[in-house]
């Protein structure tokens, strides 16, 4: 047995799963799941080809490969970061420890965006903080006709959302560099929406989990995690037309407090809608 906690023996992809999820079981929150996307990485199969393959022989390479990122994964790294991407909206996007780590929960984000833009709408949306691309990259696949400008400060960050549309052929994404609004000069919108930094900076949380491994700046919010948003809303007014939408993801026991403050900066039409565990984790409002 090797440090990665391998038998130094030929695998079949079949065995090679069942030791990489016994492996795991200590120290990942799905074991499993990591396993068949490590052995799916490493051996470059679908997830139908893990099943059918299950009795083909992982190569000297593949061992040793699966080796390396099973002892990665073991101290913690994401699964993300070891493959190198992940799915989201039924779209592979290049990730890196530059950006966040797309998350199922942002999906939401996207739906109630699509909920409110017309199909055959020329809308112009911008997407703040845009990370790896995930929202503004979505949306811009499924409402083609829009125009969506995804703005990030980062520059590091920049360039893995520059590849992903690039990835996915897609043209009716701009790209600028800079603080949130503060790229968008003259710009109307008939949307904005962001999943902004929104942890508190004493949150536990940040010491645990895949989030140890992700970029600060992409988490922390200031001491009660709500200063992007602040920021967001009190700008936001200045670029909207009258009746268009601000949708913002925040944390699961932040919905009363984010309301509030859209109420008082004159906000209307406040809803919030819950994620796949019942807490309330996205709100829009109209300007």
């Given at each position: ?15 090679a ?81 530059a ?11 996207v ?19 845009t ?6 990259l ?45 790229p ?19 949150d ?61 900066l ?8 819950p ?13």
């Amino acid at each position: 047995m090797n440090a990665a906690g391998l038998n130094r023996t030929s695998h079949t992809v079949g065995a090679a799963l069942e030791t990489t999820t016994r492996v795991l079981q200590s120290t990942s929150p799905t074991p499993r799941l990591d396993a068949e996307v490590l052995l799916m990485h490493v051996c470059g199969l679908d997830r139908s080809g893990l099943i059918a393959r299950g009795h083909a022989v992982l190569t000297d390479a593949q061992e040793r490969r699966l080796e390396e990122m099973l002892a990665r994964r073991r101290r913690g790294e994401p699964i993300a970061h070891l493959t190198g991407t992940r799915e989201f909206w039924s779209m592979e996007f290049i990730v890196s420890p530059a950006t966040l780590i797309p998350r199922p929960e942002t999906e939401l984000l996207v739906e109630m965006a699509l909920t409110r833009i017309p199909p055959d709408s020329h809308w112009t949306i911008a997407d703040l903080g845009t990370g790896s691309g995930a929202i503004a990259l979505a949306l811009a696949r499924e409402r083609s006709h829009c125009r969506i400008i995804a703005t990030e400060i980062s520059s590091a960050a920049l360039e893995v959302a520059r590849a992903n549309a690039g990835k996915f052929s897609l043209a009716n994404v701009e790209l600028r560099h800079g603080d949130w609004l503060s790229p968008l000069a003259d710009d109307v919108l008939d949307m904005i929406v962001s999943n902004p930094p929104y942890v508190c900076a004493s949150d536990p949380h940040l010491e645990a989990g895949d989030v140890r491994y992700e970029p600060r700046q992409a988490l922390i919010a200031g001491a009660d995690g709500l200063d992007a948003i602040r920021q967001i809303a009190s700008a936001a007014g200045r670029y909207l037309k009258p009746g268009a939408w601000l949708l913002l993801e925040h944390g699961w026991d932040q919905a009363g407090v984010v309301s509030g403050l859209l109420r008082r900066l004159g906000y209307h039409d406040i809803v919030c809608s819950p994620d796949l565990a019942g807490h309330a984790r996205l709100t829009g409002c109209r300007q």
